[in-house]
């Protein structure tokens, strides 16, 4: 399923997040971002009186229209925030300058914020909600495939916090638990995602698949390899988002606030992560192709993620939790959608364990690893021996 040359053609679909009062639905298909002014409406009653929008710059401007449009004709009050999205802009400074604007629109408790925009925007606004007057309802507009299956879903808002020159950013290591009141996937607003960016949005996809056995969708992996090769169609895009939401969904369901320990908790969804947050953390990294191009600039959160797969699976396969069969398998499936085999520029392997140790989710320097097990199924290993930590990490040197 490689990037889409339209998305236009099938119906939307509705994947429930069962929470309690908590609970909303994430929309997915083509046009769904015309109905934001009546599912604000529905949620929030006629006390909503004011949304702000707040809009990734690179987001074409006829989709914050449309979101505008449907605001108004709902008889809010718009205003805007248009943000350029990079990791360095999910900082203190930029979620100041939003309370600030909230502030000074006098935005009430039951006014609205709108987020559209990709993973950043989604973060960084959400979190904004999630503090201004202790939490005001906010709406996720994800308009990139990551976002689309991954951020926008679950509550998670967070920024990241600089440490200074030489230590690079710890990713998300401020923020929030808050669900949106709704999410609106607009199939339509991927037209114009550079392939790149599509790509990265499949490594979270694979992830999911490598869970999807734990969390009710145990053929999602073969789907997903058998639709790798084709031009992806709008009835596959929404089949992929649609079911990479609803195992998101299954998962935050179950938990929340990732408290549960062990098998079928949020955690497994760091699948890859401990590994990727901390190659995207390190200055300097960059992605290698297996046929040994080097992708240009910063790497990107999915690429990182694809590499954290391949360090997971290569920990997996030395400590005997998956084949080396099903790690092939994974590493082709990555290969096909031209996600980086290896990093170059990466410190020395204690560099990278430390950074490892310094993920928020470990606790006092200890390290937790989520591992693949084959067929679908991943599961949480505490303090797994420190070798195979270095072995995995020097496996995707460059
Ligand atoms: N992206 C990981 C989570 O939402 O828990």
Redesign the pocket.
Known sequence: MQPPSTTSSAGPSSVRVELGPRSYSAEVGPGVLAAIGGRVRDSLGNRCRKALLVIDQAVPGKFADLAESSLRESGLEVARATLHASEHEKSLHSFGALLQQLAGLRLERRDVLVALGGGVIGDLAGFAAASYRRGIPFVQCPTTLLSMV??SV?G?TAINIDLGPGSGLVKNMAGAFHQPIAVLADTLTLESLEPRQYRCGMAECIKHAMIGADFQDPSLLDWTRRHASSPAQSAEISELITRNVAI?AR??AGDER?EREGAGG?AL??LG?TFGHAIEALPGAQGVLAGGQTLPGEIQHGEAVALGLRAALAAAVRLGSASQEYGALINSLLDSFSLPARASGLPETGAVVDRMRHDKKNLAGSLRLILPCGQGRATVVENPPEQAVRDAIDSIRA
Request: net charge positive; proline share 0%.
């Open positions: 991954d951020a679950g998670k998101k998962v935050v990732e949020r969804l760091n992560h």
